[in-house]
């Protein structure tokens, strides 16, 4: 399977604090893509990094990309508690003709 | 502001109904995805479409079909509903072209089959 596996499956963490996740993946990609779900809701696109990016910023959110151990990580800075959710890293893995395979998810707490 | 939309939040069929769910974006977007999400199991893709008419199977494509007549409407059909389908149904939509972009997804039907 090209499914992604995120890790840590859940994170508490107080207010202010920064959140680490990481994604793994097992095939060459084009691009890693995070997207946010709030409960119940839809998944909404966070970051994409592209197979020859290292690192990429968006507002508090630090995404990097190692190819060559076939991982990424998220950080989130600063948190808030409304960033809490559940994460998920999606991978965009060569010849996949635009789908993406998503992993199961991380389920991040922040205690106000 | 970009949107897609699904018919229902909730659902509640019986057991052998044929259920329809339907899905519209509104960003003239060629791909359209079903997916379906189940807790521990995270989204699992069930079918796409790269084009009107056109339809891919994905990872579990059995005991559903798809429809899409016009670009911006992608259906997804069970035609006997089992309580197996019981789960979060989630419709995306994306551009195509040589970069590579972000889907956007709706806001999900909660299906349960009893």
């Known amino acids: 399977s090209q499914q992604g596996e995120e890790d840590p499956q859940a994170l508490s963490i107080q207010e202010g604090e920064n959140a680490t996740m990481n994604c793994s993946y097992k095939?060459?990609?084009?691009?890693l893509q995070w997207y946010r779900q709030n409960s119940g809701r839809g998944l909404v696109h966070l970051i994409l990094?592209?197979?020859?990016?290292r690192e990429k910023h968006s507002g508090r959110l630090r995404v990097t990309l190692d190819t060559s151990k076939k991982s990424s990580s998220l950080l989130i800075t600063a948190s808030r508690a409304a960033d809490t959710a559940s994460y998920f890293c999606?991978?965009?893995?060569?010849?996949?003709?635009?789908?993406?395979?998503f992993g199961k998810g991380i389920t991040l707490s922040v205690r106000p | 502001d970009v949107k897609v939309t699904q018919s229902s939040r909730y659902l509640v069929k019986r057991t052998g109904e044929k259920v329809f769910l339907e899905c519209v974006q509104d960003?003239?977007?060629?791909?359209m995805f079903w997916y379906r999400q189940d807790p521990g199991l995270g989204l699992r893709l069930i079918y796409f479409?790269?084009?009107?008419?056109?339809?891919e199977k994905g990872d579990i494509p059995e005991g559903y079909s798809v429809s899409r007549e016009k670009k911006e409407r992608f259906s997804l059909i069970l035609e006997s509903a089992s309580t197996n389908q019981t789960s979060m149904y989630l419709c995306?939509?994306?551009?195509?072209?040589?970069?590579?972009?972000?889907?956007?997804f709706g806001p999900g039907t909660r299906l349960t089959v009893t």
């Open positions: 999606a991978t965009d893995w060569a010849g996949a003709n635009s789908k993406l395979t």
């Open positions: 960003m003239d977007h060629e791909n």
């Open positions: 479409s790269y084009d009107v008419k056109m339809k």
């Open positions: 095939t060459s990609i084009n691009n």
């Open positions: 990094i592209r197979s020859n990016e």
């Open positions: 995306a939509s994306s551009a195509t072209g040589t970069g590579w972009y972000e889907q956007y």
